[in-house]
């Protein structure tokens, strides 16, 4: 274990200090961790109209008529919960400025007032998007089953939006890390 110095009396840890070593982490999700994934923020809103968010690395879109979103999500997740209440949620790949947002919303990060509290959000039809996101689409789901230890939804891509001209660059996970940290 290697502890940083910043301050007198104040040490941090270079990387998380509760998660699993590697050495103890299973092959397939040591060779997962080799490769890199995009970020996305899926969002949604129950059946009482509360909001609900996640990010998901694990996300796969397949172009077509129609175009398909695949992702594996938490089966015990309020997003999972809201998505299987109205049928409809939200993907947008997130901006690599936005780390804190998705450490909220993946729940390692404390978030008062909850992970949506202090950002502004464009309510769609299809639940919730980040106000300024250089991208979101707008998705129906057509099934869900377990997959692993998770849930694989798969959906139809019923609305895009890309924004014109957009030269950001996404955030992007690899090896438990974001990018360039």
Do not use: K
């Not at 007032?113 to 299809?126: I, S, Y």
């Not at 996101?133 to 939804?153: H, N």
């Amino acid at each position: 274990m290697r502890w940083v110095r910043q301050n007198p009396g104040v040490t941090i840890h270079p990387s998380d200090p509760f998660a699993t070593p590697e050495q103890d982490r299973s092959p397939v999700r040591r060779f997962r961790g080799r490769l890199p994934s995009a970020v996305t923020l899926w969002t949604a809103r129950d059946g009482d109209g509360r909001p609900a968010g996640l990010t998901v690395s694990s996300t796969v879109v397949v172009d077509g008529d129609p175009g398909r979103v695949l992702g594996v999500l938490d089966e015990e997740s309020a997003l999972w919960e809201a998505v299987r209440a109205t049928g409809v949620f939200t993907v947008a790949p997130l901006p690599a400025a936005e780390r804190q947002l998705a450490d909220a919303f993946a729940g390692l990060m404390p978030a008062p007032g909850g992970p949506f509290a202090g950002h502004q959000w464009t309510e769609t039809e299809f639940g919730p998007v980040l106000h300024g996101v250089p991208a979101w689409a707008g998705c129906r789901v057509d099934a869900a089953r377990p997959i692993g230890w998770g849930l694989l939804v798969e959906a139809t891509v019923a609305h895009v939006e890309v924004g014109a001209g957009d030269s950001g660059v996404s955030l992007i996970r690899f090896r438990g890390r974001y990018l360039g940290s």
